[in-house]
């Protein structure tokens, strides 16, 4: 199985920038159809953003489309997630997750198999 541990997160103000990152171990990154979700406090954990196994199709939440940007380095068996015009409403754990099936329902949180440990994320206004 693949072990994943997410970096990157911390204290920025509103409007600033912010590059999650997601290691990969165990296995090839490349295996997966890899996404990003978060979880605000008192809120269920929410889709974010996701990429096919080559990295060629992308998918976004409304919330976040046109401010942040998921990619990945299957060589370095890393993926990331740039956050622009970042907002307090942003503020959540940032959470990577890896799934073994093909790109479909990649917003379902049910559809991944390893997840992240988890990396705050904090917008400031």
């Known amino acids: 199985q693949v072990q994943l541990v997410e970096s990157g997160g911390g204290l920025v103000q509103a409007g600033g920038s912010l590059r999650l990152s997601c290691a990969a171990s165990?296995?090839?990154?490349?295996?997966?159809?890899m996404g990003w979700f978060r979880q605000a406090p008192g809120k269920e954990r929410e889709f974010a953003a996701a990429?096919?196994?080559?990295?060629?199709?992308?998918y976004y939440a409304d919330s976040v489309k046109g401010r942040f940007t998921i990619s990945r380095d299957n060589a370095k068996n890393t993926m990331y997630l740039q956050m622009n015009s970042l907002k307090p409403e942003d503020t959540a754990v940032y959470y990577c997750?890896?799934?073994?099936?093909?790109?479909?329902?990649?917003?379902?949180?049910?559809?991944?198999?390893?997840w992240g440990q988890g990396t705050q994320v904090t917008v400031s206004s």
């Open positions: 990429i096919n196994r080559s990295g060629s199709r992308t």
């Open positions: 165990g296995r090839p990154l490349s295996l997966y159809v």
């Open positions: 997750a890896a799934d073994p099936g093909t790109f479909a329902l990649v917003y379902d949180r049910s559809a991944y198999d390893y």
